[in-house]
């Protein structure tokens, strides 16, 4: 009987994708605001998706700190804003490093079967250095992995340490290291890299692409003019200022419910 639901499943399934695409996105939602929806109305536009499952971090954010709204009031916000399917990212990943942060969120997706594209924002805008530099650390040639363990033994971080060593292997193969060394330099590129790479280790369908972020930085702690990042958004929220200021920078659906 489970053979037989099984096989039912699969032939359904079969035929679902073959008329509807779906692409997922990656998220923090801390809190929603209108450079998420551009990257959900971007991701829907450039796949031609009828779909989008996002998959968002709980209680907790990537750098363990509770997020500024609970996990179902973002949700929401998610969902008004036109999300179809919102997953959560188990804390352990939601509170991991770079690389565990991708590798859950990517395994969740890839085990769910119908999702054809993911869809990330990056500073470049371009997929294809993203792909080069994910397949190079995914294969750690021998003279990379032997840099690597020798800048590690120096005392650095894993992230300087993984640079140096990057760039001493490039330069050896005769190639210019500055563009694979900018996407790990920068929060999102490097998430954008930890994606990729995590898609290659998968063997994972799902097809990649990135989107360039709109207006203002990851780092930006000031408010832009229509576009802010999530933290100067945070941050006008923690010195108190008055609220409404928020309005301009949240689609009409997510701030009314923050």
């Known amino acids: 009987r489970i053979m037989q639901a099984n096989k039912r499943y699969h032939n359904l399934r079969g035929e679902t994708c073959a008329s509807m695409k779906t692409v997922a996105l990656i998220t923090e939602y801390n809190p929603f605001h209108n450079g998420h929806a551009y990257h959900m109305e971007q991701a829907r536009r450039l796949t031609g998706a ?3 499952i996002i998959v968002m971090s709980g209680d907790y954010v990537q750098r ?3 997020a500024v709204l609970d996990k179902y009031t973002r949700t929401r916000m998610a969902l008004e804003c036109g ?9 352990c990943y939601a509170t991991g490093s770079a690389e565990y942060f991708a590798r859950g969120a990517v395994t969740l997706l890839d085990s769910l079967g119908v999702v054809d594209c993911l869809c990330f924002g990056s500073e470049s805008g371009e997929i294809l250095p993203f792909q080069k530099t994910a397949a190079l650390l995914w294969e750690e040639p021998a003279s990379y992995s032997l840099a690597l363990k020798e800048s590690l033994k120096t005392g650095k971080s894993f992230p300087a340490a993984r640079q140096e060593a990057l760039e001493a292997f490039l330069t050896e193969q005769g190639e210019e290291p500055r563009q694979s060394l900018a996407l790990l330099s920068s929060p999102n590129n490097s998430l954008g890299v930890e994606y990729c790479k995590a898609l290659a280790a998968l063997d994972s369908p799902i097809c990649p692409l990135t989107i360039q972020r709109k207006d203002c930085g990851y780092h930006d702690r000031e408010l832009g003019a229509n576009f802010s990042s999530a ?3 945070r941050r006008a929220i923690e010195t108190g200022e008055n ?4 309005e301009c920078h949240m689609p009409p659906a997510s701030f009314e419910i923050f």
């Open 50 to 52: 009828d779909y989008v």
């Open 64 to 66: 363990g700190v509770p």
């Open 83 to 91: 999300g179809d399917l919102v997953l959560e990212l188990p804390v």
């Open 231 to 233: 933290g100067a958004i």
């Open 243 to 246: 609220l409404s200021v928020l």
